[in-house]
């Protein structure tokens, strides 16, 4: 199964601030969404980094509440890797594995054109063993 499949059901909006964005207003977003990360955009709206909730908490441990007046720009983690339509579920699963990453832009012709999350992964390939697993079942049992 492709990524595209993935964000054909799950949507393709993800969710984005400008790299000078105040790390309070970041906090609040991330709250009033229920979402765990955003995506970093630079002024010409380009993919830049990544900001979750783990990295405004190891800053809030260092800094305290100072780190509310800090930008995204100074907490993102750049983003060093990225899917596209066609990845597979065992090269996104690689990648995710080898960068040691939660979350995977997806990319298209230079593009941002969506998100998936290791949850994502996982349900989509406990939904292809599923599907393997009955179509074995109904062949051994000879209803093909």
């Known amino acids: 199964m492709p990524i595209r499949r ?37 002024e010409a709206s380009e993919l830049v980094g990544i900001l979750s909730e783990r990295d405004l908490v190891h800053a809030m441990a260092r800094r305290g509440a100072s780190v509310f007046e800090m930008t995204a720009r100074s907490l993102m983690t750049s983003v060093r890797c990225a899917a596209s339509y066609s990845t597979s579920l065992l090269d996104a699963m690689r990648i995710m594995t080898e960068q040691h990453i939660r979350h995977l832009p997806v990319m298209e012709s230079g593009k941002l054109v969506g998100l998936v999350s290791i949850g994502d992964i996982v349900k989509a390939r406990l939904g292809e063993q599923e599907d393997e697993a009955h179509s074995m079942r109904t062949y051994i049992a000879g209803q093909h």
Not at 18 to 23: G, I, P
Not at 36 to 41: E, F
């Open 6 to 42: 993935i964000l054909r059901e799950k949507g393709s909006h993800v969710v984005t601030v400008k790299m000078f964005a105040k790390v309070g207003y970041i906090a609040n977003l991330l709250a009033e969404r229920r979402i765990g990360v955003v995506l970093v955009l630079d």
